[in-house]
């Protein structure tokens, strides 16, 4: 894999407000490799969204930015796919014509009308839709249309995919088939992912890297873990792995210790997972000292 194929360097970002500037961000540090799976976790307001919403271009760094295979992200653009919690399909298109939408778009003049239909058949089978292309939005679950809203930023190609908790909205046994589907895809295709998580467990099942972030305002990066579980990963094997349980561990450390949220501790005053032990540290570092 090719190194700083994602540089976000320095990155911050201050918003005007009533009360006098807001600084949501601050001295934002990270380097991705090609074809890592990213999971940007921390306490509601830490500005995950914000930086997301960086990488795909829809906001403006105050200071630093960031740099795509040597092109600074000042835009949105069709290497960089979003997927959001929302899956936000044309309710009047069909599941087909949703996804045939974005490869229009994107490959108009650089495909024949037979490749394009060959390729977004394509892209619905990779998340197993190909027996609803003829249906509309309002005829399938939920679960399927993330399945269509993931099938349509694949569709773009893109070079990186971001995703804002896309299986944040779904049930418990939607969100885990919709989690091996994903590991399926990126083992498939090898995309580059930052994903949005507020959920441990899928943090540490589908990520190569966990970036945690401290809370805001001025939230920065507090931590990495590299998670060096082997692929693929078998959720049910992982269960009684106590490497996948240490790393776990970290995480929930960092969130309710190292970060101690009140709001979210007076909301949850028995949180239902509480390490047993204190583990021995993971190695754990931020871009920024690695530089």
């Given at each position: 894999m090719a190194n700083n194929y994602l540089d976000i360097s320095g990155v911050g970002i201050t918003f005007p407000t009533d009360n006098g500037p807001f600084c949501a961000l601050e001295n934002v540090n990270l380097r991705i490799d090609e074809g890592q799976f990213i999971a940007l976790i921390g306490h509601s307001g830490c500005g995950k969204s914000t930086l997301l919403n960086i990488l795909a271009g829809l906001e403006q760094a105050t200071s630093g930015g960031a740099i795509l295979q040597g092109q600074v992200v000042d835009e949105p653009g069709p290497e960089r796919a979003v997927v959001f919690?929302?899956?936000?399909?044309?309710?009047?298109?069909?599941?087909?014509?949703?996804?045939?939408?974005?490869?229009?778009?994107?490959?108009?003049?650089?495909?024949?009308?037979?490749?394009?239909?060959?390729?977004?058949?394509?892209?619905?089978?990779?998340?197993?839709?190909?027996?609803?292309?003829?249906?509309?939005?309002?005829?399938?679950?939920?679960?399927?249309?993330?399945?269509?809203?993931?099938?349509?930023?694949?569709?773009?190609?893109?070079?990186?995919?971001?995703?804002?908790?896309?299986?944040?909205?779904?049930?418990?046994?939607?969100?885990?088939?919709?989690?091996?589907?994903?590991?399926?895809?990126?083992?498939?295709?090898?995309?580059?992912?930052?994903?949005?998580?507020?959920?441990?467990?899928?943090?540490?099942?589908?990520?190569?890297?966990?970036?945690?972030?401290?809370?805001?305002?001025?939230?920065?990066?507090?931590?990495?873990?590299?998670?060096?579980?082997?692929?693929?990963?078998?959720?049910?094997a992982l269960a009684e792995n106590p490497d996948f349980n240490h790393v776990r561990q970290q995480v929930l450390k960092f969130l309710y210790a190292k970060q101690r949220n009140p709001a979210l501790l007076e909301e949850n005053a028995a949180p239902k997972e509480t390490p047993a032990s204190e583990p021995t540290p993971l190695r754990a570092v931020n871009d920024s000292e690695a530089a």
């Open positions: 919690q929302n899956h936000a399909l044309m309710p009047w298109l069909t599941v087909y014509q949703n996804v045939e939408l974005a490869v229009k778009q994107v490959f108009k003049g650089r495909k024949s009308k037979r490749e394009m239909r060959e390729w977004t058949e394509h892209n619905l089978q990779l998340v197993h839709m190909e027996h609803a292309l003829d249906k509309l939005p309002g005829e399938i679950s939920g679960g399927m249309k993330q399945r269509v809203g993931i099938a349509r930023c694949l569709a773009m190609q893109p070079k990186v995919v971001l995703m804002d908790e896309p299986f944040g909205a779904l049930d418990a046994l939607t969100r885990a088939h919709l989690q091996d589907s994903l590991m399926e895809i990126h083992a498939e295709l090898g995309n580059t992912v930052v994903m949005i998580t507020h959920d441990v467990d899928e943090a540490v099942l589908l990520s190569d890297r966990i970036v945690m972030m401290t809370n805001g305002p001025a939230a920065t990066i507090g931590e990495i873990l590299e998670v060096e579980l082997p692929r693929p990963r078998d959720r049910l």
